[in-house]
């Protein structure tokens, strides 16, 4: 499902929809479940897109070619007006109900529904092996959480078969949180290590039986989460597939600055280095990046950048970012550019008095986040601290007390932020 405003994202989404939002400076969200399905002989991928989808479009066929004798593909459905229906998506549910023609000219017996915008690793045939071995009608994917967390998901309560018997929508009442808690004799049997009360909340990962999906989505409810489970909790058999690893659901800002940063530690929770099931993305024939005596700590460097004698720690440094000397980088996501200015460019630009492209010489950036094809000026200096948690500029906004300098952004030579 690809389809979102992706709104709590904004300014990250302003041109762009949410699954296509660059991630650990060369990938896209969208890479991450579209990775889990070709890592789990799962070939046959559709992404339902609706909202400023043309980057997404246009990293989808670059990046996802099969051959023509495996059957495979990743196809895109986007919303569309026709003679009997003038309606753009109105949920995920709607989404799916919209393109039930297509899915339906395969022969298969599940259909497994993702979120295009979250961070986990999971072979999906374990779920799908759980579904057929309980004689489930929709099995759900859940993970254990905290009573914080909770408040912010939707949560499920199980029976010791795993058949899921009840749904809270983001529980705040504590008298609720605490009918909910998995029971602490349960901890073991499921294999959750966390501490404190834990509470199941769901992945927005389905299981639907074939004939099942059709009965469920003839009608008019809009979204999954919200109308479809719910009310099959009551009529079908609906299953927890308890989850137990890494997953964070990219919904905020603090969101997804945190799990790209986290990326840069020593042991990220997330393993892109993890070849047994690697993490497929376009590829682009880029030269090896180039440091000119930087000093870094702590950080992930991806291809085709220029790094002089700038100091760059605990950061994401993204493809092509080229970085002046001086400037010193700390807690950062620099989602670098598209394309390498020419020389003619950066002539005209410093005839102008106007940036060339990537980070000048002598800048101080700290929690911030550069979005792609920038220009930020000599002796810059971009911080959050004093300043509001929300703040919208000209410049640049803030989000979550993290500033961000928007795609083609230009922050002018000597701008303190």
């Not at 600055?257 to 690697?278: G, I, K, S, V, Y």
Request: hydrophobic share 40%; net charge neutral; proline share 4%.
């Amino acid at each position: 499902m690809g389809g979102g405003q992706g709104t709590r994202l904004f300014p990250l989404t302003k041109e762009r929809a949410k699954p296509a939002v660059p991630l650990a400076g060369k990938y896209r969200l969208v890479d991450i479940p579209i990775s889990n399905c070709i890592n789990s002989g799962l070939r046959r991928v559709y992404l339902l897109t609706q909202f400023n989808s043309a980057s997404l479009h246009r990293h989808i066929s670059q990046s996802y070619k099969f051959d023509h004798f495996s059957g495979g593909f990743v196809e895109i459905l986007a919303a569309e007006q026709t003679y009997a229906d003038t309606s753009w998506y109105q949920g995920t549910a709607d989404a799916v109900r919209k393109n039930m023609i297509h899915f339906m000219n395969h022969d298969w017996d599940y259909i497994l529904i993702l979120s295009g915008d979250q961070l986990y690793r999971m072979d999906f045939r374990t779920i799908i092996s759980q579904h057929k071995e309980t004689g489930a009608d929709i099995t759900l994917g859940t993970i254990p959480v905290g009573r914080e967390e909770a408040k912010s998901l939707g949560i499920m309560q199980m029976a010791a078969d795993k058949r899921i018997t009840r749904f809270e929508e983001k529980p705040k009442d504590p008298a609720v949180l605490d009918s909910l808690k998995l029971p602490i004799d349960w901890h073991e049997k499921l294999g959750i290590n966390g501490q404190g009360d834990q509470l199941l909340a769901s992945m927005g990962i389905y299981v639907f039986n074939r004939d099942i999906i059709r009965r469920v989505l003839d009608n008019s409810l809009a979204d999954f989460g919200k109308h479809v489970i719910p009310k099959g909790i009551d009529e079908l058999r609906v299953f927890s597939y308890v989850f137990q690893g890494y997953w964070e659901d990219i919904g905020t800002i603090r969101a997804f600055f945190e799990a790209n940063l986290d990326l840069a530690n020593e042991l990220p929770r997330f393993n892109f280095f993890d070849m047994a099931a690697p993490i497929f993305s376009r590829p682009r024939f880029l030269p090896g990046s180039k440091i000119n005596g930087a000093n870094i700590d702590h950080a992930v460097i991806t291809d085709g950048c220029i790094l002089n004698r700038a100091s760059i720690s605990f950061s994401i440094v993204g493809l092509r970012s080229i970085v002046g000397e001086g400037t010193v980088i700390n807690r950062s996501i620099l989602m670098g550019n598209d394309y390498f200015e020419s020389q003619q460019s950066i002539a005209e630009s410093q005839t102008a008095g106007r940036p060339r492209l990537g980070i000048g010489a002598n800048c101080r950036i700290e929690s911030t986040i550069v979005d792609k094809n920038a220009r930020i000026g000599d002796n810059v200096v971009i911080s959050p601290r004093g300043k509001p948690d929300s703040v919208d500029h000209k410049e640049y906004y803030i989000r979550d007390g993290i500033v961000i300098i928007p795609k083609n952004g230009v922050v002018p030579h000597g701008t303190v932020i």
